[in-house]
């Protein structure tokens, strides 16, 4: 991605001036958001606690229905006013008849608005408890109740709205009237159906305190709705109707019942309360937004359209073939800068000419240097030579019988032919090998002086390791180490696991390290990877080691260098 400092200085002005605006405008939006969404949520809160509130008191209306109804359906002078037929048992209907007129009065003045309480037992025994019937639409209401109830196949109490087919609208409760069987003693047995009826309007009465711009549903289980606001039931297309101008809605489950409410909210009620916050901010940004294009403008003019005319004319210059431009400018610092330009230029003319001078001087050592290079190239021994020369002696060796210059011909053929194949990373074991053929070597040189102890365990065998590791350290130990023995030197090669590594040690009982020379070289091994800063008195030794893992490796591997009491131990560390 395009670094913003590498914009032209136009794209970069109108980025730097017009995001603020945007950033102001996107606050704008959020803020508005927020407080659509605050006052929606605090709108419907307050709304919410109103429908709570109508729930509780539906809820209590109803609670109290349904322990009226249990009052009189589990009486049993209920059960004697509907199953009394005879003439001897009209004394006990007219006492029954009286006892319940009591408690149906002590219920009205619970429940106002029962209007009238049925007893059905069939179509012909239709028997009102309170109130008296008022017309045959009633009567025929109850039949119609009667009919639904068995359709339905209830077995319990149910509530329902009804509208009869002469217009008449209703808030019944229906529920079974239990008797003792007598054949069956503790047996309760039901044949009959009382029936509450309310006023709708009566039962509207605790709602008189709500919301005018709130309009409250109740629905049944048969999605027939009771509006408070105006204490009408609504159709189908009102509802709809309703819907559109009172967008916002919350429903509420009436606890313990098969009704819920709906509470339908006049969206004008939240647009209200935050337009006139949300124009004010929207005069803001337009005059800010004013504001950035007139500064913009004399930006523009004053300072960025000159600095594009120094650009162009800086595009335009090559010094490289003579041709320059001369840089003009305003009174000010971009003058300033158009000055020292011109004085840049003509020095920069000088050094050009100069630079053309040693150019061709400098090509001629080139030459001259790669010549030397090849002729270095063409003095170098071929190492495929060497190995057939050594194998020659080998042969001429054996055929006169001196074995011990046939074994070194043949342990240095083995380091030739080692040192020249393809692969840069070996085992443990192709390295461990070469260390025994060239140990098998400075053995015959030395005779005794040395001796050589192998601790290395043998699931190490097939770890990777840089080819020739390990033989410079311990030709290091044979001709430093040893330098001033005649014998007795002792040459340790051991691994070990350590962590997630394998670490490798020789280790030596020679003279040791002086200090000074061992800061040195553990310096150098803390910028190994760093060429300039090896010391060409080391040669191919640990340094180019430790330089040759870290590239090979990580530069978490390499060489460590420790003095031992007596000698010296060499560690490398490896990847597992």
Known sequence: MKKLIDFKLK????????????????????????????????????FKSQVESLSASFETEINNLKKAGETLAFNSSISDLINSESRDEYYNQYNAMKYIEEIVVSVKKFIPSITNIFLIKDEYTIKSIYGGITSGDQIQTIKDIKQLFLELHSEGPFFMFYKSEYGEEMFLYVLPVFYKDTNMPGYLKSDSLLVFICDINKMSTFTADTDKDVIYTIKDFQDNYLVYGNNSILSDSEHEELTKKYVNSITYNIPNTDFYINCFINTKISDIKFNTVSYFFTISVLFIFICMIIISILWNRNIISPIRHIADQISQTDTTYGKVCKFYGPDNEIGVICDRLNDMIESNKAMTAQIFNTQSKLYEAEILKQRSDYSALQSQINPHFLYNILASIK????????????????????????????????????????????????????????????????????IRIPKMSLQPLVENSIYHGFEDMDSGGIIKISGRLENDSVILSVYDNGCGI???????????????????????????????????????????????????????????????
């Open 395 to 462: 042969g001429l060796a054996q055929l006169n019988n001196v074995k011990i210059i046939g074994d070194m011909c043949q342990a240095v053929s083995s380091i030739l032919r080692y040192s020249i194949k393809g692969n840069d990373i070996v085992t443990i074991n192709d390295e461990l090998n070469i260390v025994k053929q060239y140990i098998v070597i400075m053995s015959t040189r030395f005779e005794d002086r040395f001796s050589v102890e192998y601790s290395i365990p043998s699931d190490l065998y097939n």
């Open 514 to 576: 002086q200090d000074e020379s061992m800061k040195k070289i553990c310096d150098e091994l803390e910028n190994s990877q760093n060429l300039s800063s090896i010391s060409s008195s080391n040669g191919v030794g640990i340094v180019n080691i430790d330089r040759r893992i870290k590239l090979l490796m990580s530069s978490s591997y390499g060489i460590s260098l420790y003095n031992a009491d007596p000698g010296t131990i060499v560690e490398i560390k490896l990847p597992i």
């Open 11 to 46: 794209n970069q002005f109108l980025l730097y001036t017009f995001s603020p605006l945007l950033f102001i405008l996107i606050l704008q939006l959020i803020y508005t958001i927020y407080m659509a969404n605050q006052t929606e949520n605090i709108t419907n809160q307050y």
